[in-house]
């Protein structure tokens, strides 16, 4: 039986940002792509600010990330490492929560930001694989990597190219669920390969151009996770705004 997980459409493009989106930096205080990650932090907070004081619960974010044509779209600029430190800043100044994440990125010039009201959408996930996953154990563990990659034996890697990705989760109250969505996409080698064949836990997410985050809250899981993926192809087609 599977959990009733959220499926959330992807929001419309929104306003173009001035500031290139960021990483996450695990430098120093004063590195320089410490003081650039904090400057477009900044940015963030003035694109958004409007919306987070007006629009009513549930939020959704969506990051499009425009790369110069010179930077390898399927290497590195992880999706979620722009996402991770763009929500918490934004939900840590606001007080407001995300149900909803998105991004994407390609070759353009430009890179947008928008938060809008989160939007159910139908069961229907498209094509792609599908599969019911649930933890026990601490995000920050080994075990919780392995108790999912247990879970996807039948998974088949996805073939060359860029790769759409949506993960679904059903948290307790009291899980922080942005600090789940490295340790599940480290976990995820059968369906996106590995950077190393004989390295476990670094798979190539560099290949995912559409990302898509949304979580519920159930009070009687506690620390349970239940996590619905779903992963396939992607034509690279997002919908960006040119103005």
Request: overall charge negative; proline content about 9%; charged content about 20%.
């Amino acid at each position: 039986m599977r959990a009733k997980l959220p499926v959330y459409g992807m929001p419309e493009p929104g306003p173009r940002l001035e500031i290139r989106p960021r990483l996450a930096s695990w430098d120093a205080a004063g590195h320089p792509s410490q003081v650039w990650l904090e400057e477009f932090l900044v940015e963030a907070s003035r694109v958004c600010a409007p919306q987070l004081d007006q629009l009513p619960d549930p939020l959704a974010l969506r990051l499009d990330v425009g790369l110069p044509v010179e930077t390898p779209l399927l290497e590195q600029h992880d999706l979620d490492n722009y996402l991770f430190p763009l929500v918490t800043s934004l939900s840590k100044a606001s007080g407001r929560r995300f149900v909803s994440v998105w991004g994407t990125k390609q070759h353009a010039p430009d890179s947008h930001l928008g938060v809008t009201e989160a939007v159910p959408a139908g069961d229907d996930l498209g094509p792609g694989q599908v599969f019911d996953v649930r933890t026990t154990a601490a995000s920050d563990s080994t075990a919780f990597k392995e108790q999912i990659d247990q879970q996807l034996t039948e998974a088949v890697l996805l073939p060359e190219g860029p790769l759409r990705l949506h993960i679904g989760f059903l948290v307790g109250p009291r899980r922080h669920w942005a600090n789940l969505w490295k340790p599940t996409i480290d976990a995820l080698d059968r369906i996106l390969g590995r950077t190393t064949p004989n390295r476990s836990w670094h798979p190539r997410d560099g290949r995912i151009v559409e990302l898509g985050l949304s979580a519920l809250t159930d009070p009687d899981l506690g620390h349970h996770v239940a996590l619905r993926i779903h992963a396939g192809s992607s034509c690279n087609s997002a919908r960006v705004a040119t103005t």
